[in-house]
């Protein structure tokens, strides 16, 4: 029985038997390489979910927005009529991550969400497939196996699934769920996490002005969408730094430096807290390079914390804890 | 000419963030016991180093600083205890980001001073001031008004 078949099941199982109120997960797309998301409340619509490579989006966003939502909703309730949501979620690794760290900051209880969790083989980048695809549209995709086939004007082309997935499964360490409260699928095999920080490594060996050149570079390319914001499920705060106004953090002209501000302020924001699900790279309608900036903060929390994001639920995030002992060679002392 | 000798004339911005128990006393202290430190730096006083939100030395820094300093109680001597232990970890991580964009290392510069410390306060201040002198001007992230 395929993957998505057993996934399908289990749905239906857990909401007929009121387990969940509602399931999160995939859908087909309007366009034949994309998968949506989806909320599955009526266990006959089971049919809509879909697993395969198109799904890219982290879906505990969305796990994060009904909860919020409903807890609003019981704010004008009597305590006697408030009633309580789970969430049935279809997680891969990186979106259990997710999960982990919003647990850690106590945005929703244990028992308010139930992980079905799969197995990733990584997804489908659609920059890298539209640039297989020469820009052409692309009017038909399916995958078999390893290799990716899709259909195009010029007609039809096959590639090795391995050279279109997202930079961040390339390299993806937690590809299998950290933590479920069911699996559905076996365990994927490994990716190949050694080289997660070659990127990194190669960007910190350029000089200074190298650096800021390709930083500035790339932020003249953002158009300030807030679409990375939107998507990443841990920038959840209620009120955005970027929106407020009294007193203006960020301003709004044209200037090239308040789009680099806003920038260094989220991708700081994601110290700690950063997942590498690559929502934000597949999001960005400019194609920023913003996986670059955020894999530092991931390596900085390795290195100098020990701390990987939402890795584990007993291990709080670095900047929530502290010690006497933490490492302060770059205290200035004259 | 004008742009040389406006070059020869410059002289550094820095806004210095200082905790009002340690730092603060302590440039109060360098103040009642008249030792002479450049007049470069602009102190921001506020309850703890734990207070400052990474965002203000951006924002410093985009407004025109040509540095910025951040200072307060040495570790365990916190007037709230632990403020400056969770600073720490924010400074480490944001100066290590913002040397990794490419903005200047010494830009950025956190260090402790005590209260009772009027004499290592204007230490510290002649030394930011003597680093970012030779860094020159600031050019990157700066907003311009033009």
Known sequence: ?334 | MADNKAQENWQPKIVAFVCNWCTYAGADLAGISRIQYPPNVRLVRLPCSGRVNPFYVVKALQEGADGVLVSGCHPGECHYITGNLSARRKFAMLKSFLSYLGIEPDRTIFTWVSASEGEKFAHVIRGVTEKIKALGPAKKLVKSYE
């Open chain 1, 1 to 334: 029985m395929s993957i998505e078949k057993r996934l399908q099941e289990k749905a239906v199982e857990l909401l007929s038997e009121k387990k969940v109120d509602v399931v999160v997960g995939y859908e087909a797309g309007t366009l034949p390489y994309q998968a949506a998301p989806c909320f599955i409340e009526n266990p006959d619509d089971e049919g809509r979910l879909v697993l395969n490579p198109f799904c890219s989006v982290n879906l505990a966003k969305y796990v994060h927005d009904i909860l919020m939502a409903h807890k609003a909703s019981q704010k004008r309730m009597k305590p006697e009529q408030r009633t309580k949501k789970v969430v049935g979620v279809v997680a891969r690794g990186c979106t259990t991550r997710s999960l982990v760290i919003h647990l850690q900051e106590r945005q929703y209880e244990r028992d308010q969400i139930f992980i079905i969790g799969v197995p990733c083989r990584g997804y489908v980048s659609k920059k890298k497939l539209a640039a297989a695809a020469g820009g052409k549209e692309i009017t038909a995709c399916a995958i078999i196996n390893d290799r990716l086939s899709f259909t195009t004007p010029d007609g039809t082309k096959e590639i090795p699934l391995e050279s279109v997935l997202a930079e961040s499964c390339l390299s993806c360490r937690y590809n299998n769920p950290v933590i479920s409260d069911v699996m559905v699928g076996d365990p994927a095999p490994p990716m190949k996490p050694d080289s997660e920080y070659a990127d990194v490594d190669a960007f910190e060996a350029m000089s200074g002005e190298e650096r800021w050149n390709y930083f500035a570079e790339e932020m003249k390319k953002c158009i300030r969408c807030y679409a990375c914001r939107n998507t990443c499920p841990s920038c959840y705060c209620k009120v955005c730094f970027v929106e407020q106004s009294q007193p203006r953090w960020v301003g709004v002209s044209v200037d090239e430096s308040d789009t680099q501000a806003f920038q260094i302020m989220r991708l700081f924001h994601m110290a700690g807290r950063c997942v590498d699900c690559g929502s934000c790279v597949d999001v960005c309608p400019m194609g920023v390079d913003l996986r670059k900036f955020l894999k530092k903060l991931d390596k900085d929390g390795y290195n100098l914390f020990a701390h990987r994001a939402g890795e584990k639920m007993e291990q709080q995030p670095p900047l929530s804890v502290h010690s006497m002992d933490d490492k302060d060679e770059f205290i200035y002392e004259p």
